[in-house]
């Protein structure tokens, strides 16, 4: 009912309204007290008659004299309260009465319960009151008295009229005197409730209310309003540097930064390095179904699907996406590779009320990763054809000898000798071309003195723009100090080739790879040596690949790998006379343990020279 008035008719009924329930519940209280004080002197009343009265009917009932009984109880007439009395002899039969009137006689009694001298029941207006008659300890009789409660009613009927009058009285006064008052409290109120209004309207923090100049409860209001007001409007100016600077940091990064509302997916901010990526500004871009305008292709080859996209899995089921590579269609046709992170952002309350995803243009880095591979697996084909003509050499020696031999005797038939020298001919072609092989196997460069610190900082440094796109901790635990004389390339190669396939197991999470070098000696042959150690906290390898690891042509990485890998680098180990180990968990990470001896490097570099060169 008072929900759309004003503050000021508020306060006025307000104000009436308590008085009239003040005033209500006062008269209440009033009424009920004498309508209770009324029943109690009614009661103490009737009590004090019938106790007179039995006293002067001892006399009465003790000489039989019912004519003096009635007598007595005629007096009764005298109060108009008491309808009718009668009294009863010990065995209970009647032996006077009055009644005002014949229906209200009462022809029949019980006396009062043992050890009791009076009894009292209220039956509708009336009430029958019920006392012994007692002469000198012993029991004369009793006397009952009906009264009448008539009287309670037209009490409470006649108050109930006086407090209706006192009420409306009183709640006129009450409405005249708020509204002499009601001004100086709803008057500072409506000029706050104004101020509110044209702030929510205008956004203007900067409005302050007007003071009342008072010390109470409304001026302690408005000056909280007005701290409140000063408060928003620093926080709003500090959000504006903030967003302002947020904005310079973004259009200055070298990733591609770009977000979106949750959970619609409506991408609203796009910086300027994600247009120089992507070769286009940022498209309309209302819901997630419209992702598909941006081609975007899985490195299989498979178009991206708008629910596939990261931003939109950051955005629609709060994943954080790490490190996925992507090709890119560009608007001139181009194709390019990036690497894309997605997170979700959350409030306060932990929902997600938005997403940002990062990327980076690693098209260069997928050029010279395949120019590596390729040089890799150029390599790697050389070695094999290399290992395979020094294995030629051989029986290709001692086909040389037997045609020497043949062509040597001279019974022959001359087309025989001809085609015996054509086959010599041909077979040193043939030798000619394996020794080329094997040249081109063989290093050029003599055995050295290297420091496998240096070694493997190299490495380090040749991926180190891997490392840089990827989120893997380098942790080097160099130990080692003597220097190992060895072929110094070949066993870059081979720990270039370790580090990478590390790398290539935590691509797309957050690892840890453990480089370290300590010296120690070989637990099988006690020889004293350098163990290099390759740990990552990748996905691991299964019990079935770990069998085949060293296996030629084996390998896990579909067209990206050659399974060669692994193979030529045990091979550049073992010619070093060393030993390459591996153990692996899945879900925990592989460790590669490489032990390259010193006594062996050092009698054998005649040897390594050697076999680089024969």
């Not at 306060?11 to 009920?32: G, H, K, Q, Y």
Request: with cysteine; charged share 20%.
């Amino acid at each position: 009912m008072l929900k759309n008035l004003t503050i000021s008719r508020k306060l006025t009924w307000l104000n009436a309204l308590v008085s009239a329930a003040a005033l209500t519940l006062a008269c209440i209280a009033f009424l009920a007290y004498d309508q209770v004080t009324y029943k109690r002197t009614l009661f103490h009343d009737l009590s004090a008659q019938a106790q007179v009265v039995g006293f002067n009917s001892i006399s009465a009932l003790v000489f039989n004299d019912p004519d003096s009984a009635t007598t007595t109880l005629s007096a009764l007439r005298a109060s108009p309260a008491i309808l009718a009395a009668s009294i009863f002899t010990v065995d209970g039969r009647i032996f006077a009465t009055y009644a005002q009137d014949q229906k209200y006689q009462i022809t029949e009694g019980t006396p009062p319960p043992a050890g009791q001298r009076e009894t009292y029941i209220v039956i509708g207006k009336q009430v029958l009151l019920t006392r012994s008659i007692v002469f000198g300890n012993k029991p004369m009789g009793f006397i009952v008295i009906r009264g009448s409660l008539s009287e309670l009613s037209d009490r409470l009927l006649q108050y109930l009229q006086i407090a209706i009058g006192v009420l409306i009285f009183s709640l006129g006064a009450a409405l005249i005197l708020s509204s002499f008052f009601r001004r100086a409290v709803a008057a500072p109120i409506v000029r706050l409730a104004e101020t509110a209004r044209i702030v929510s309207r205008d956004k203007n923090y900067a409005i302050r209310a007007e003071p009342t100049g008072n010390r109470d409860e409304t001026a302690v209001l408005i000056e909280a309003f007005n701290d409140m007001l000063a408060q928003i409007h620093a926080r709003d100016a500090a959000l504006d540097t903030e967003r302002a600077r947020l904005r310079v940091i973004i259009e200055s990064a070298p990733v591609g930064i770009v977000l979106a509302d949750a959970p619609s997916g409506h991408i609203i901010l796009m910086n300027r390095r994600a247009e120089e990526i992507l070769g286009h500004a940022l498209y309309p871009s209302e819901d997630i179904a419209s992702y598909a305008q941006y081609h975007t292709l899985h490195t299989d080859g498979r178009p991206v699907q708008p629910h596939e996209h990261p931003l939109a899995r950051a955005v629609a089921a709060g994943e954080v996406i790490r490190s996925e590579d992507y090709r890119y269609t560009r608007p001139d046709g181009r194709e390019t590779w990036i690497r894309a992170s997605a997170a979700p952002i959350r409030d306060k309350q932990d929902s997600i009320v938005a997403g940002v995803l990062v990327f980076s243009d690693i098209d260069e880095h997928k050029r010279a990763q395949e120019a590596l591979l390729r040089s890799e697996k150029l390599a790697a084909a050389g070695r094999l054809a290399a290992s395979i003509s020094h294995e030629i050499n051989n029986p290709l020696e001692s086909i040389t000898n037997l045609l020497y031999l043949a062509l040597s005797d001279k019974r022959l038939p001359l087309d025989t000798r001809e085609y015996l020298s054509q086959a010599e001919q041909e077979l040193a072609r043939v030798s000619q071309i394996t020794t080329q092989t094997l040249r081109f196997y063989r290093q050029t460069t003599n055995p050295t003195s290297a420091d496998m610190s240096g070694l493997l900082d190299s490495v380090l440094r040749l991926l180190r723009g891997r490392v840089a796109n990827s989120e893997v901790e380098i942790v080097k635990e160099y130990r080692a100090t003597k220097q190992l004389h060895c072929f110094e390339g070949e066993l870059r190669q081979v720990f270039t080739n370790l580090i990478g396939n590390a790398l290539d197991a935590m691509a797309g999470r957050t690892g840890r790879l453990v480089v370290r070098t300590s010296e120690t000696r070989n637990w099988e042959t006690s020889e004293a040596g350098i163990r290099v150690t390759v740990a990552d906290s990748g996905s691991g390898i299964n019990p079935e690949t770990l069998q085949r690891i060293f296996e030629p042509f084996y390998t896990t990485k579909g067209l990206r790998g050659t399974g060669l890998g692994l193979w030529v680098s045990k091979e550049i180990i073992a010619k070093h006379r060393g030993t390459m180990r591996v153990k692996s968990k899945l879900g925990v990470g592989t460790t590669f343990s490489v032990f390259l001896p010193f006594q062996r490097a050092t009698e054998s570099r005649a040897n390594i020279a050697g076999s680089a060169s024969a």
